[in-house]
């Protein structure tokens, strides 16, 4: 089992960084592919970035391609999401979430194959 606590959302300016982290307990963090999802109040939980397990491959949202940087340290047990430029449309409850088994990379976009989640971070963004 993997227990994932995030940390870093606050109040940021439009234009500002934040960095996310994704604390996971166990020596298992490795085994899995990691994600970062957002919700926003009244949506629905969205994808926003995920990583493979060795860190080699990440995938992105388009509404952040370029923007936010998704990264891994398998000795640490932790997994980051720097967020550059912010928008108030960034503004959502982060979530830090593992998957076991990526048969194949859709995997990743799709909450519900995901294992493992975190109780999530607030990020505000005002404009």
């Known amino acids: 089992q993997v227990q994932l606590v995030e940390s870093g959302g606050q109040l940021v300016q439009a234009g500002g960084s934040l960095r996310l982290s994704c604390a996971a307990s166990?020596?298992?963090?490795?085994?899995?592919?990691m994600g970062w999802f957002r919700q926003a109040p009244g949506k629905e939980r969205e994808f926003v970035a995920a990583?493979?397990?060795?860190?080699?491959?990440?995938y992105y949202a388009d509404s952040v391609k370029g923007r936010f940087t998704i990264s891994r340290d398998n000795a640490k047990n932790t997994l980051y999401l720097q967020m550059n430029s912010l928008k108030p449309e960034d503004t959502a409850v982060y979530y830090c979430?593992?998957?076991?088994?990526?048969?194949?990379?859709?995997?990743?976009?799709?909450?519900?194959?995901?294992?493992?989640w975190g109780q999530g971070t607030q990020v505000t963004v005002s404009s």
């Open positions: 990583i493979n397990r060795n860190g080699g491959s990440t």
């Open positions: 166990g020596r298992t963090f490795g085994n899995y592919g």
């Open positions: 979430a593992a998957i076991r088994n990526v048969p194949s990379i859709s995997y990743y976009y799709q909450p519900k194959e995901y294992n493992y």
